[in-house]
């Protein structure tokens, strides 16, 4: 008997509800939150990067900032080679239980550290190597996270044009609801639903106008795009947009899942008019073996290929980033820190059960094909509203772009944010112009153009998948860090064990890539696939090498220095207040 889709969704839906119900308040009193203090968005507003937010708006802004389309490649990649059930899993239990306390975390310490970045704070503890050593890593993940982005971004508007057209439309929209607000002060209930109305009627125009362009083609207008939004001030696109984006974000993960159910239940019950064109069962297997249907080891493998949906260190550079910077109430973290990473579990699950309902084979399940598969499997979902699948899809390929697009120019802001703090106050010409928001914004955008170009971006997903997994360690030590040295009282279990498991699991998926999938099999064994032993290839596969092992020696120093920093402050000095706005419990 077929599995029904609906049973994963219910599943993850009240795990995540035991999961905010019950640790996020527990987490929201142990890091002490409380509205009496002003936050860094009050105490350091400038109307340019400290704004305070409306909740809804920055929730916004958060949760379609965290939720690009790693959440979606990653949960249907790992369906596809070691079956739904070992992905389902990892989804359900490590995202309430480590993704989300990772996000909450990280923007609840930036909020006692003025906002400022989780680099900043690492080294308030550990001193300047380690600050350092920490910006670096996230200025270069940042890099990778840019150009994938836009990369699989072009991927979607080749795929569907017509999603190209709704873009460039609900942004300007954006664009005028941020005058609207900001600069007009007008009413902020009716211009909502004049705005949202705008976005969704988008998609109509979007479907009789579609923009045809090649993926190739699109890669540098979309970093030209994502150019201008980092270096325009918040208010002007990325909080208008961000805001009005997660209407379409929340319908089109919402009513998806939604779909599941009702459609789940007019098959059931024989109602037609909410009867989708296809049956809403699991056409995957439940469990491939721990080899997968590709050869690839279930551990260490799965645990990198499933990053963001679970668990994922660009997180904590937007919650420590911008999210800290426009925070209107502590108490506001919880629902956007933990809520939102729970929000992007969702919509990993509902990538999961796409993938799961269309049944793509392992060739189907790279970058390129992933994506499309998403729409095409979400227009199915749809059908049982009565939506054509020919509007359907193109409305979920929107809804994927709006995750996408927003990713890539906050991943750019944030690669401003941390190469400022790598920079400091500058003492020279050149450190004055590394500093400059459109140097340092356009270095980035042609570094990562490069690597796009060069046709091994493919190559580029398991070092950003890595990358992102080991950049989650190191947020988790830095918080861990934070807490030992706010007071001695403070447990560190929460963020503890999770750093450790994510330290060891992403350092073994590294050193097999590095190890294994390039050193043995490619230089040692000859396998360089149909192209062969190419002077490209092989630069690629030792820059690979280069790249982990470096990540890898990186990360186990500041783990060290972390640990020696715990050391101490527990046994020689416990319970020191510090300036993070803890209070010492002695």
């Known amino acids: 008997m077929a599995t029904a889709i609906i049973w994963l969704v219910l599943a993850v839906l009240v795990l995540f509800t035991v999961g905010y119900v019950g640790y996020s308040r527990y987490l929201a009193r142990f890091v002490d939150l409380d509205d009496s203090r002003d936050t860094p968005a009050h105490k350091y507003e400038d109307g340019q990067e400290y704004v305070p937010a409306k909740k809804p708006v920055l929730l916004g802004h958060h949760y379609s900032s965290i939720a690009g389309g790693a959440p979606i490649v990653g949960p249907i990649t790992a369906g596809v080679i070691w079956g739904w059930v070992p992905a389902l899993l990892w989804i359900a239990i490590g995202n309430p239980l480590m993704g989300a306390v990772h996000d909450f975390i990280s923007l609840s310490s930036s909020l006692r550290h003025e906002g400022k970045s989780i680099g900043y704070i690492i080294g308030e503890y550990v001193g300047e190597g380690g600050k350092n050593m920490l910006l670096w890593f996230a200025f270069l993940t940042i890099i990778l996270v840019v150009g994938v982005f836009a990369f699989v971004v072009g991927v979607v508007f080749e795929a569907y044009p017509s999603a190209a057209t709704a873009s460039i439309l609900y942004i300007a929209l954006a664009m005028i609801f941020g005058v609207y607000l900001y600069q007009l002060d007008l009413p902020f209930i009716p211009g909502t639903v004049v705005f949202v109305t705008g976005v969704f009627a988008s998609v109509y125009v979007g479907i009789q106008y579609p923009i045809q362009l090649a993926a190739t083609t699109w890669v540098p207008i979309i970093l030209v795009y994502a150019f201008i939004a980092s270096v325009l001030p918040v208010w002007t696109l990325l909080q208008p947009r961000d805001y009005l984006s997660s209407f379409l974000l929340y319908a089109g993960v919402g009513g998806a899942l939604l779909a599941i159910i009702v459609g789940t239940l007019g098959s059931t019950m024989g109602i037609g008019a909410i009867t989708p064109t296809q049956p809403l069962t699991v056409s995957l297997d439940a469990y491939s073996g721990f080899m997968g249907v590709t050869g690839q080891p279930l551990f260490p493998v799965l645990f990198i290929t499933i990053a963001c949906g679970t668990i994922s260190g660009f997180h904590s550079l937007v919650s420590s980033g911008t999210t800290a910077k426009q925070l209107n109430r502590e108490s506001d973290a919880r629902v956007i820190g933990y809520g939102g990473m729970l929000g992007e579990g969702l919509l990993a699950v509902l990538a999961l059960s796409t993938v799961a309902l269309v049944g793509i084979t392992v060739e189907g399940g790279g970058v390129g094909q992933a994506l499309p598969n998403f729409a095409q499997g979400g227009g199915i979902m749809l059908t049982s509203f009565g939506l054509p699948q020919s509007y359907g899809e193109p409305f979920m390929a929107l809804v994927m772009v709006s995750f996408l697009l927003t990713s890539t120019d906050t991943a750019l802001r944030l690669g401003r944010y941390m190469f400022e703090e790598i920079v400091g106050t500058p003492e020279t010409t050149v450190q004055s112009v590394g500093a400059n928001r459109y140097v340092n914004a356009g270095f980035q955008c042609a570094i990562a153009y490069g690597l796009v170009a060069t046709g091994t971006w ?76 190419t002077v490209g290839t092989m630069v690629s596969a030792g820059l690979q090498i280069g790249i982990a092992l470096t990540l890898i020696g990186l990360a186990l120093s500041l783990v060290w220095k972390g640990y020696k920093n715990i050391s101490a402050v527990r046994q020689e000095r416990p319970g020191t207040p510090v300036t993070d706005g803890g209070e010492s419990d002695d």
């Open 458 to 533: 493919s190559d580029l997903w398991p070092l950003f998948g890595g990358a992102n997994q080991l950049l989650a360690a190191l947020a988790l030590l830095t918080a861990t860090v934070w807490l030992a040295n706010w007071s001695k009282n403070k447990q560190l279990i929460s963020t503890g064990v999770p750093m450790v498991l994510m330290t060891v699991v992403t350092i073994c998926g590294l050193l097999y890539l590095a190890l294994y999938q390039n050193l043995i099999l490619k230089f040692v064994q000859g396998n360089w696939g149909d192209g062969g032993a």
